[in-house]
T-cell receptor
Framework: GAGVSQTPSNKVTEKGKYVELRCDPISGHTALYWYRQSLGQGPEFLIYFQGTGAADDSGLPNDRFFAVRPEGSVSTLKIQRTERGDSAVYLCASSPGLRSGANVLTFGAGSRLTVL | GENVEQHPSTLSVQEGDSAVIKCTYSDSASNYFPWYKQELGKGPQLIID?????GEKKDQRIAVTLNKTAKHFSLHITETQPEDSAVYFCAASTTSGTYKYIFGTGTRLKVLA
């Protein structure tokens, strides 16, 4: 697509529930990133995919968070047993990957997660 | 690990005046420094970037300067307009490995008409 698409744009859930957030990157972009942005803060790195594999998941806060990208395009961020502290905007970004301009990230509009 | 500090956290200027936002970074291996503008309810949008082999870059009313020795970089917006009002983030990254960005905490810019 023309830009990075994220769904849902808003998600309200109850503490303890499971949620999935989806990211559809720019067509042809092999690199995909997930970031988390808390209110009044800058985005914080969660995980990076190059193709299908998670090349760097050092930002995932704990084992309740998991992300997949099975076909090297769409990615899903999965959060188990949600906690109120998980409330934030989850941003997805993509880049051309290992080609020129590889480090220029294009962000989606984000998925706002609210855990009650 | 890398740390990026950004100042000020809020900035109000009169329309037509200039605005300057400053960032410092800790990792001397960082060599790519993008600036993003984020409007309410939207994702960050790249407005300008600079690589470590360049000291200054300009694009119309926006300029960025980099001092590698001091590990400082700054965003300069001249002739500010109301539509420049937004939150601005600086970031630092390397052009190898994962290219992950470390962001500053943001500056809320208000341009007063």
């Amino acid at each position: 697509g023309a830009g990075v698409s994220q769904t849902p744009s808003n998600k309200v859930t109850e503490k303890g529930k499971y949620v999935e957030l989806r990211c559809d990157p720019i067509s042809g972009h092999t690199a995909l990133y997930w970031y988390r942005q808390s209110l009044g803060q800058g985005p914080e790195f969660l995980i990076y995919f190059q193709g299908t594999g998670a090349a760097d998941d050092s930002g995932l806060p704990n084992d309740r968070f998991f992300a997949v990208r099975p076909e090297g395009s769409v990615s899903t961020l999965k959060i188990q047993r949600t906690e109120r502290g998980d409330s934030a905007v989850y941003l997805c970004a993509s880049s051309p990957g290992l080609r020129s301009g590889a480090n220029v990230l294009t962000f989606g509009a984000g998925s706002r997660l609210t855990v009650l | 690990g890398e740390n990026v500090e950004q100042h000020p956290s809020t900035l109000s200027v009169q329309e037509g005046d200039s605005a300057v936002i400053k960032c410092t970074y800790s990792d001397s291996a960082s060599n790519y420094f993008p600036w993003y503008k984020q409007e309410l309810g939207k994702g960050p949008q790249l407005i300008i970037d600079i690589r470590s082999n360049v000291g200054e870059k300009k694009d119309q009313r926006i300029a960025v300067t980099l001092n590698k020795t001091a590990k400082h970089f700054s965003l300069h917006i001249t002739e500010t307009q109301p539509e420049d009002s937004a939150v601005y983030f600086c970031a630092a990254s390397t052009t190898s490995g994962t290219y992950k960005y470390i962001f500053g905490t943001g500056t809320r810019l208000k341009v007063l008409a």
